[in-house]
């Protein structure tokens, strides 16, 4: 059973399994095992590729993220994620993970520069749903992110008009321009009063309900946990005041 620690996958003799927004969490005979999940395993709920994209660090906001909550660890990852989240066709994909596996080192830094442009992006939307403006630096490096995506890409048709498309783009860094586009985009036309942190883990989201009342990434994950504990809060505390009396 050890076997299975780390390697994202389930196992046949696993009685339930949950989400909680960043992780998957297997009750196995008792025992409890954390699994690595990947990302082509993850629900995003940013509601923007951009949140989508710093939606792939997890854990609870007011730890240091552990080893499990990250979930770029190798170039595929990037690539996963952009046809996940539809940024990336088939097509690019496959010639994307051909470039890689020729040229290693290079998919290397372009995963380190990933993980750079995530924080930028969530120093530029986290403020943002706290009510406050992002620090001008993160703005200006922003713009720049998104000048570089704008620089590479070409327009072609979408819908009425035209759009940026990366879908002949060589550039192993290819994966990050429409996330760079999508992050622009949000910065410019918004809703920005609608971006929000989960109420218990590091994610963003743009909350799409009409009374703006969402409060977790997700009600099945971080809701749902966070109510068993306040349920199991309530009875310690009941169970507390009984043996007093
Ligand atoms: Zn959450």
């Given at each position: 059973m050890a076997d299975n620690i780390g390697s994202g996958t389930s196992t046949a003799v696993a009685s339930y399994l949950y989400l909680d927004g960043n992780r998957f969490r297997l009750r196995v005979n008792f025992i409890s095992v954390e699994t690595l999940r990947r990302v082509k395993d993850v629900e995003f709920m940013g509601g923007n590729p951009a949140l989508d994209f710093a939606d792939t660090i997890g854990g609870f906001?007011?730890?240091?993220?552990?080893?499990?909550?990250?979930?770029?660890?190798?170039?595929e990852d990037l690539v996963e994620f952009g046809l996940k989240t539809g940024t990336l066709s088939e097509r690019s994909a496959w010639r994307l993970r051909r470039a890689a596996r020729e040229r290693p080192e290079e998919a290397e830094r372009v995963l380190e520069d990933a993980r750079a442009k995530r924080a930028l992006i969530d120093a530029a939307f986290r403020p943002l749903s706290e009510g406050a403006e992002p620090p001008a630096p993160v703005l200006a490096e922003l713009r720049d992110f998104g000048a570089e995506a704008l620089t590479h890409c070409e327009l072609a048709p979408s819908g009425d008009g035209f759009g940026c498309a990366?879908?002949?783009?060589?550039?192993?860094?290819?994966?990050?321009w429409p996330i760079a586009h999508a992050a622009l985009e949000l910065l410019t036309?918004?809703?920005?009063?609608r971006i929000k942190t989960c109420g218990r883990c590091r994610w963003l989201f743009i909350d799409t309900t009409k009374n703006h009342s969402r409060r977790w990434c997700s009600t099945e994950g971080c809701g749902t946990d966070e109510k068993k504990e306040r349920y199991v809060a309530r009875r310690r505390a009941r169970r507390a005041r009984s043996s007093s009396a």
């Open positions: 906001l007011v730890d240091e993220p552990a080893v499990e909550d990250e979930l770029l660890r190798e170039y990366w879908e002949h783009c060589e550039d192993l860094e290819a994966p990050l036309d918004g809703p920005l009063d």
